[in-house]
């Protein structure tokens, strides 16, 4: 569903980007569920670690120019093997399996994935690519004709012009705007990007979406990546 208007100098661009980005939330939760032993991680300059207690993988096209500086970055205490994968789809189980030597504890293991989340930062697509933010229409499309926006009353979704409701389109806008502004978002900011009034609760739909969340500044921040596995809501 277009976020900018057909004719702006951005929407082919974030079009593409959309889908690209869509694709590696899909593959990274993939691999989040295919293998729950792994510790999951991101850092700016490779697309995942997955970090076990006996191997950890850099996973990434590029993984083998990327070994060294992932490298750099452990305690100088810590001597584990690191095998770069530069294709996710290959059978990261049977890899792991001839690596048998245990090097790091859970506490280790924990210490190590505060280090790269700490020094990483998940860039937002309209900063890295300078799509501005006025550009990005808010609410959320009718799934229906694809012409208008949905409106919000009486906690049901329905279009102006097809007249048909749409109880769960909103969460594709949710992932939408996951994609596009990253996956934690305040409660002003779901409600902005929904396209809802200040008057209009959103809460209904968070406890029906099931967004887990964190406690910042005294105010909750949602957690959009369960919106990207697949299974019903």
């Known amino acids: 569903m ?22 590696q939330y899909q593959r990274r939760l993939n691999l989040e569920t295919r293998y729950p032993y ?3 991680n991101y850092t ?18 590029q993984a083998n ?24 789809s290959c059978d990261i189980a049977s890899i792991a399996y001839h690596y048998q030597t245990v090097y790091l504890s859970p506490t280790e293991l924990r210490h190590i994935k505060q280090t790269f989340t700490q020094k ?8 890295t690519y300078h799509v501005p933010d006025k550009a990005i229409k808010k609410g959320v499309w009718c799934p229906g004709c694809r012409t208008v926006m949905l409106t919000y ?3 049901v979704w329905s279009c102006s012009n097809c007249h048909h409701h ?19 978002l ?15 609760s959103i809460a209904p739909l968070i406890r029906e979406a099931k967004l887990p969340y964190i406690i910042k500044a005294n105010q909750p921040i949602y957690c959009l990546n369960r919106l990207f596995r697949k299974g019903p809501y």
């Not at 749409?166 to 594709?172: F, V």
Request: proline share 8%; aromatic share 8%.
């Open 166 to 184: 749409y109880p769960h389109a909103y969460l594709n806008t949710l992932r939408e705007f996951a994609i596009l502004y990253g996956p934690h």
């Open 186 to 200: 305040s409660l002003n900011q779901l409600n902005h990007y929904l396209g809802l009034s200040s008057n209009q």
């Open 2 to 23: 277009p976020r900018l208007d057909r004719c702006g100098t951005h929407y082919q661009r974030l079009t593409v980007l959309l889908k690209a980005h869509r694709l």
């Open 38 to 40: 792994l510790n999951f």
């Open 120 to 127: 990483s930062t998940c860039k937002r697509i309209i900063d």
């Open 65 to 88: 120019q990327k070994l060294i500086s992932i490298k750099s970055r452990l305690p100088s205490t810590v001597n584990i093997p690191i095998h770069p994968l530069t294709d996710p």
């Open 153 to 155: 009353q009486h906690q």
């Open 44 to 61: 700016e300059f490779v697309d995942a670690l997955l970090i076990t207690p006996t191997v950890l993988f850099i996973i990434d096209p």
